[in-house]
């Protein structure tokens, strides 16, 4: 007869960030987004200074706008002479930090079987998903630095900041900027794993029927 099992997640997710295994992933990547961007900084404002010169003698607010051109313009030399965050972190790091989530996953699933068993991942399939992810996950996170990077450099712009100020801007932004993205990053990915890890776990001991996600929610669970 099958009968339904509770697995709560929240609590696993709310604890997560007292570990070390979490504060190390948050130190990583926090890490790599200073260096990644202080490392291409002054090139690209070189290069942007070089290609879009706003005029300082027209009194015209409207004239310090950018243009849409000149906006794909300065995003496109973000990307052009910003290196891969993968140049200035150790991507080991991140697979055992989705690892460590993902056994909490699954020793959280056996717990809720009644089994106080110690999760080990070993399967190289799923180590071979997780390493996919990290470089899925790499450029991401990358695509999402271009965008911020060339955000902050067009406001500086059309705030009629020079290159040095412009860059000065930026630097007093990116410590609490990229602490508090480093710290959501590795929430939702010890979310993503833990709850991959379960969803797996469930298959591989025979559940029948779905298991209902529900975003935020305390509760997931599985018909065995």
Known sequence: MARRIFVR???IIDKAPKENEYRKMVGVLKHGFIVQTEHSLE????KVESRITKSDTDDDEDDDELTDAEKKAILHIVKEETD?????IDTTALVAFYV??????GENFLRSLGVPLTFDLKDKRVLGQIEQHVELLIKGLDQTTH??????IQQGIESG????????????WIPETYTGRA???ARTETSRMVNTAQFEAASQNGAMGNVWVTQGADDECADN
């Open 9 to 11: 997640t929240r609590h």
């Open 43 to 46: 090139a690209i404002l070189n």
């Open 84 to 88: 891969s965050l993968d140049s200035f």
């Open 100 to 105: 460590w989530a993902y056994n909490l996953g």
């Open 147 to 152: 965008n911020l990077v060339a955000e902050k």
């Open 161 to 172: 900041l020079n290159t040095k100020e412009v860059a000065d801007s930026i630097r007093e």
């Open 183 to 185: 710290e959501t990053v």
